[in-house]
C-alpha cells in the first residue's frame, strides 16, 4: 500500500470525527413527564460529546424545565421549533 493513500485514509478518518463531533445530539424525550426529559437532557449533557443537543418533547412543562435546567448548566437555549405536537429545543454548549 503507497504511503500517500495510507495518509489520505488517516486524514479523511480525522476529518470524518470531526464532522461527527460538530453534529447535534438528539435526546428524544417524547412521551415522558418531568423529570425524565430533564434527566436526558443533563446525562447528554454530562457526555461531553456534543456543542449542540437537540431535546424532543411534547408538553409545554418538558420545553421549560429542559430549557431551564440547560440555562443553569452553562448552556443557551438557541430555538425552539413547535413541529405539530412536538417541541424541538436546541440547546448550545456556551
Not at 32 to 56: N, R, W, Y
Request: proline share 3%.
Amino acid at each position: 500500500m503507497p504511503v500517500h493513500w495510507f495518509y489520505h485514509e488517516k486524514k479523511q478518518s480525522v476529518i470524518n470525527k470531526k464532522e461527527e463531533e460538530d453534529m447535534a445530539k438528539t435526546v428524544d424525550a417524547r412521551g415522558l413527564s418531568c423529570p425524565q426529559p430533564v434527566l436526558m437532557t443533563l446525562d447528554e449533557i454530562k457526555t461531553g460529546e456534543a456543542d449542540e443537543i437537540i431535546v424532543m418533547v411534547d408538553n409545554d412543562a418538558s420545553k421549560e424545565n429542559v430549557s431551564r435546567a440547560a440555562k443553569s448548566r452553562g448552556w443557551k437555549v438557541k430555538d425552539i421549533n413547535e413541529e405539530g405536537d412536538v417541541f424541538n429545543v436546541i440547546i448550545r454548549k456556551e
